[in-house]
């Protein structure tokens, strides 16, 4: 059997779409397939039409939490609850192509642990695809050369079994499902796709959302940031004493500079990076506190079973 796992946030002009797409895939296929719908205590009527459309799919579920816990949650409150062999992780906004899904399930039965998707084209604004952009070149300078996360790919993936058991061991708070999966290892594969444009509703990847979810990617996968704050301040070091050499030179051998210009503009400088280095080291103690206090990554209210044979 092969779960399907589909976190959901105020998708209410998109869900019924969706089911009817899912649907129509995998109802020709020779695998048993349950799909997992985790609905991330939604403000609209998403839980009301998926209460409503489960009825058409067999070996379904609608996993209800009892707050807004975020997508990594509700990923995680989807695997704790499958069952299959293997896992598919993908949004319900048409976004991550159903028809996909048989491509997905051929490269695994080949022997391949995870199996994701690449974007080889997607309609977003130019402000997305610079902040991409500038994320994916910055993580790649600070994670390490044994993780690879291929820039392009989104969560829409599928895990073989023994890599699902090890991420749902992994109960950190501050979560990144692609980081984990690049911890994991094991044989992975991309296979290429031209993402569709979102046909109805909005997208909840703001440039808010994404400098969020990018901080807390960063932090959640690597340590680098904060280790770069003593080398700085030993490259900082030596740039001052630099020129304080270069200030005593032109003092005693030349006619000194007048005015406080340059020492004003120096003071500025080493202000402004102590405050970055304090709300980089700020970052990881916020995430440490948030660990610390061990609250659950996620509460469920309850389950909706439509387990039909």
């Not at 890599?163 to 950190?172: A, D, S, T, Y």
């Not at 569709?196 to 690597?222: C, E, H, V």
């Not at 020129?243 to 406080?260: C, D, R, T």
Request: aromatic content about 12%; proline content about 3%; charged content about 25%.
């Amino acid at each position: 059997m092969i779960s399907i796992v589909v976190p959901c946030y105020n998708e209410e002009t998109i869900i019924q779409d969706f089911i009817l797409e899912i649907k129509k895939n995998i109802v020709s296929s020779s695998y048993n397939f349950e799909i997992l719908f985790i609905d991330n205590n939604s403000s609209d009527s998403t839980l009301n039409i998926l209460e409503k459309k489960i009825e058409d799919l067999t070996h379904s579920k609608i996993i209800c939490l009892t707050n807004y816990f975020g997508k990594e949650s509700a990923i995680l409150a989807g695997l704790d609850v499958a069952k299959g062999d293997a896992v598919i992780i993908m949004d319900p906004d048409l976004e991550d192509p159903p028809e996909i899904i048989s491509d997905l399930i051929k490269f695994w039965k080949e022997g391949f642990d995870v199996v994701y998707a690449i974007r080889k084209s997607e309609n977003i604004s130019l402000a997305k695809k610079i902040i991409k952009k500038i994320f994916f070149f910055i993580f790649s300078i600070f994670l390490k050369k044994n993780y690879y996360i291929p820039e392009n790919t989104g969560d829409f993936r599928i895990l073989d079994r023994k890599v699902v058991n090890h991420i749902i061991n992994m109960r950190e708070r501050t979560r990144f499902l692609r980081g984990l999966v690049s911890f994991v290892g094991l044989n992975q594969k991309g296979i290429p796709f031209d993402r569709p444009f979102r046909k109805k509703g909005k997208s909840k990847s703001n440039l808010s959302f994404l400098i969020d979810y990018g901080m807390d990617a960063m932090i959640s996968s690597t340590s680098m940031p904060a280790s770069l704050i003593t080398r700085f301040g030993i490259f900082l070091l030596l740039i001052i004493i630099f020129i304080f050499i270069f200030v005593l030179a032109n003092k005693f051998l030349s006619s000194p500079y007048q005015g406080f210009s340059f020492t004003i503009l120096l003071i500025l400088l080493l202000f402004s990076m102590n405050t970055i280095m304090i709300g980089i080291l700020g970052e990881y103690v916020v995430r440490i506190y948030n660990e610390v206090k061990k609250r659950p990554n996620y509460i469920v209210r309850k389950i909706i079973d439509n387990n039909k044979i």
